[in-house]
């Protein structure tokens, strides 16, 4: 989930040679509306920083609902920290900005396996 058209644009080529099937959300709240009206989806990719509800606010509203759910934390404001961070609130996976292609995919196999 990513609102910011470039990297819309960036993740339609990233997956465009993939199986993986992608859903886009313009804030967090839609995004939470997708998640709940789409039980197919297997990962979420999670922009930190989304509009109207952060990515933060979103993955804990989606954890309630499914407490399973796999999510990715996405940033470009990167610390060493960050990752640790995001793990304990309960994202499953954490990639900084700019995200390398075979990572991420890397990542979501791991996650869908």
């Known amino acids: 989930m990513d ?13 465009s040679s ?24 297997d990962v979420v990719l999670m922009d930190i920083r989304m509009p109207v ?7 804990q509203e989606i954890l309630r609902v499914n407490p399973k759910a796999k999510i990715i934390a996405q940033t470009a404001y990167a610390m060493s ?4 961070k995001y793990l304990e609130l ?3 996976g954490y990639i900084s900005k700019p995200i390398e ?7 979501i196999n791991l996650l869908t396996e």
């Open 3 to 15: 609102d910011e058209s470039v990297n819309v644009e960036f993740f339609k080529a990233l997956f």
């Open 81 to 84: 920290s960050d990752r640790d």
């Open 53 to 59: 509800m952060n990515g933060v606010e979103t993955a």
């Open 18 to 41: 993939t199986p993986i099937d992608v859903l886009y959300a313009n804030n967090g709240k839609e995004a939470l509306h997708i998640y709940k009206n789409n039980s197919s989806i």
């Open 101 to 107: 292609q075979e990572k991420l995919i890397c990542m």
């Open 90 to 92: 309960g994202f499953a």
